[in-house]
């Protein structure tokens, strides 16, 4: 099984998350792409940290919207948004290369993750733009999504993600952020039912009836009250009844895959 978060998503001076901390826990982190959260030196940070601790990297991308963290659905023409996505996916792997890595897959953040869930014309235009970036990156989404559907159609590696801290809807869907019991807050509870998730068995929904959420990954949001506490009471869980942590989308092991080094040139050693 995977754990994944949602990390590089501050901006600025406005810092949300602790990465390192979590990036301590994690098998794989979505990060910012810098249309919803994340400025450069954020994502080169996330980077360098996840290529240090091999964890996977993915890039997390998103409507053009930093004010409301990508969480209002736009309605962009299609050609726009994949080119929205290139745009992030590139800048996201430039900062992995120079951290010695590369990135792996892709996952929607906030409003386009669930846009893409039902709506065709968006899940086809973010698995074109990855078609036509690299067709090798795999994609991370919802069981049963749209966006899902169409990449398996175009030949992507496709995986099922399910929410460590979010409350499901008797049909398999997230309750919305703004219902009561949205977010689940108690680390142990949490890790209990990551457990029955990893083990493919059914768990609560809201209303109290009992589904089944097939995934590959498990998400802790990086923006989540106690994120930190319940990542470590997730992968502890986990660990303890012998289920195997590994990244879903590993980046390969190769001979030049070494970190840029300062440039500096020895004829020129004063600053201009």
Not at 56 to 75: E, H, S
Not at 109 to 120: E, F, M, N, P, T
Not at 153 to 165: M, S
Not at 215 to 229: K, L, Q, R, W
Request: aromatic share 6%.
């Amino acid at each position: 099984m995977d754990v994944n978060a949602d990390l590089a998503e501050g901006f600025g001076r406005w810092e949300l998350g602790d990465d390192a901390a979590l990036l301590d826990v994690v098998t794989s982190a979505n990060v910012a792409c810098g249309f919803h959260a994340g400025d450069p030196n954020t994502l080169r940070d996330a980077c360098t940290r996840a290529a240090r601790g091999g964890v996977a990297l993915g890039a997390q991308v998103a409507y053009r919207d930093l004010a409301g963290f990508g969480r209002r659905f736009i309605d962009i023409a299609p050609e726009d948004l994949t080119n929205d996505v290139i745009y992030q996916i590139g800048a996201l792997a430039g900062f992995a290369r120079v951290a010695g890595t590369e990135i792996t897959y892709v996952k929607p953040h906030g409003a386009l993750y669930h846009a893409v869930g039902g709506h065709s014309d968006q899940a086809a235009a973010v698995v074109e733009a990855i078609r036509c970036y690299d067709s090798r990156l795999a994609v991370l989404g919802s069981p049963g999504s749209r966006w899902l559907e169409l990449a398996g159609q175009a030949g992507l590696p496709v995986y099922r993600e399910a929410f460590a801290d979010r409350a499901y809807n008797p049909d398999g869907t997230l309750v919305s952020r703004r219902a009561p019991g949205a977010l689940l807050h108690d680390p142990e509870r949490i890790a209990q039912r990551c457990s029955r998730l990893a083990r493919g068995e059914e768990i609560e929904a809201v209303d109290g009836s009992m589904i089944r959420v097939r995934a590959e990954s498990i998400c802790v949001h990086g923006d989540t009250p106690d994120a930190v506490a319940i990542a470590h009471a997730v992968r502890g869980r986990l660990e303890t009844e012998g289920i195997e942590l590994v990244s879903f989308a590993p980046a390969p092991v190769t001979e030049n895959r070494s970190p840029g080094r300062p440039w500096s040139d020895p004829e020129h050693t004063d600053t201009y």
